[in-house]
């Protein structure tokens, strides 16, 4: 069946620091894929998507790109600050309209 | 604000006791999904509604029901609840009639239930 693999945490960054969290997929189709960030106390919010093969998806100077040959969606960002310390998940959805598939979940902490 | 209103926010009961927890969807969203958060267990998908109709289920136990009303508000009920059922439930909503499917879902902030 489909699923998500994401890198465990937690991760832990200096402010400014460079920030890669690695999500491979396992999917029968062509499914999409999302990064959904939870802030502590919140629900869960969606960051950024992509729909096909070769899409970047990019929000809040986040961005990460949808590679089918090596079925990887990894979340990156230049410069992390301390107001993106919060659980980020990487999912999927195969075809549109059914349940996203969750990755565990990565928990960032980013220090000033 | 994602438009789905979940409630209550915080709930405390003891074992054996039965609960029951309510989504409002976004306006016009004709899907409502259910999602149970643990610490070990992570984000497990319970079952979806599409249209008052049950239209996939996941990892539900058959002490949980779900169903979606014709003003498309859904309940989650918990009977015969366990220690291990303390965890944050989370609904989602999708599907806007008429709007293309991108596969997003719109999370409420999620009800928390702790069983004593």
């Known amino acids: 069946g489909n699923s998500v693999t994401q890198m465990e945490g937690p991760v832990t960054l200096s402010e400014e620091a460079f920030l890669t969290i690695n999500c491979t997929y396992t999917?029968?189709?062509?499914?999409?894929l999302f990064w959904y960030v939870q802030y502590p106390g919140e629900g869960l919010q969606l960051l950024l998507k992509?729909?096909?093969?070769?899409d970047k998806g990019s929000n809040k100077g986040f961005e990460a790109t949808y590679r089918k040959e090596t079925t990887s969606f990894h979340l990156e960002k230049g410069s992390v600050q301390v107001s993106d310390s919060a659980v980020y998940f990487c999912?999927?959805?195969?075809?549109?309209?059914?349940?996203?598939?969750f990755g565990k979940g990565t928990t960032l902490s980013v220090s000033s | 604000d994602s438009g789905v209103t979940q409630t209550p926010k915080h709930l405390i009961t003891a074992t054996g006791q039965r609960v029951t927890l309510r989504c409002s969807p976004r306006?016009?969203?004709?899907?409502v999904y259910w999602y149970q958060q643990s610490l070990d267990q992570g984000l497990q998908f319970l079952i979806q509604?599409?249209?008052?109709?049950?239209?996939a289920k996941g990892n539900i136990l058959e002490r949980f029901s779900a169903q979606q009303f014709p003003d498309l508000h859904s309940e989650l009920n918990l009977s015969s609840l366990e220690l291990g059922d303390s965890a944050l439930y989370f609904c989602?909503?999708?599907?806007?009639?008429?709007?293309?499917?991108?596969?997003?879902?719109?999370f409420g902030e999620g009800s928390r239930l702790t069983v004593l």
């Open positions: 989602a909503s999708s599907g806007l009639a008429g709007a293309a499917n991108t596969g997003e879902l719109f």
């Open positions: 999917a029968t189709g062509y499914p999409s």
């Open positions: 992509a729909t096909k093969a070769d």
């Open positions: 999912a999927l959805s195969e075809p549109a309209g059914t349940a996203l598939i």
């Open positions: 306006s016009g969203d004709l899907s």
């Open positions: 509604y599409y249209n008052g109709e049950e239209r």
